[in-house]
């Protein structure tokens, strides 16, 4: 599954644990959770360990990582009654889930079923996927989606940032930089294959 999917995978988990504890807080915790394993694992184990074990579901993939937020999540809620941490853990959970990481249990139950595999990907492996990550249209649709939901979400906020920025010189100045950054984009759409 690919790295926007899991952020709307994860929105919508926030969405429902902010109904729940009146937070909405926990809203970008539950996205943060659901990107965390890939965000971590990709590049850890496929350029800071590439020579190595180079596989990009180590660590944060696994049930053992997940547990200690966990744990450390009921800790939280038994002194401080706050479930910040559960709003990670359960992105998180979604995260391996959607992954299916049940089929690959030496990596999800790691380290008790013996050492990570090593999977021997092409050397520029990590940078390709990122590139072919960008060109899905769904990846787009997926950013366009968890855009509009954030901000429909934190409407008051973001109409009182807008209203800030308006009246400030610096509004043409991000104006610029966006119109420069939507050039970039499409200049760059058109050189993937």
Do not use: C
Not at 116 to 144: C, K
Not at 164 to 188: H, I, P, Y
């Amino acid at each position: 599954m690919y790295l926007l999917a899991h952020a709307m995978v994860g929105l919508l988990i926030g969405v429902v644990l902010a109904a729940i504890a009146g937070d909405r807080r926990v809203l970008a915790l539950a996205v943060l959770g659901a990107v965390l394993p890939d965000l971590i694992d990709k590049p850890l184990g496929h350029i800071l360990l590439a020579g190595t074990v180079d596989y990009g579901r180590i660590y944060f993939h696994g049930l053992t990582i997940l547990f200690l937020v966990v744990i450390a999540g009921l800790i939280l809620y038994y002194y401080r009654r706050r479930i910040e941490l559960f709003a990670v853990a359960a992105g998180m959970a979604s995260h391996q889930f959607f992954d299916g990481m049940w089929r690959h249990p030496v990596e999800w139950f790691w380290p008790f079923l013996g050492p990570l595999p090593s999977h021997g990907y092409p050397e520029d492996y990590f940078w390709e996927s990122v590139l072919r990550e960008l060109a899905q249209p769904s990846e787009w649709l997926f950013f366009l989606l968890i855009a509009g939901l954030f901000a429909y979400i934190y409407r008051r906020e973001l109409t009182t940032a807008l209203t800030r920025l308006a009246n400030t010189s610096l509004s043409l100045a991000l104006a610029a930089l966006g119109l420069v950054v939507l050039a970039a984009l499409t200049v760059g759409w058109r050189l993937l294959p």
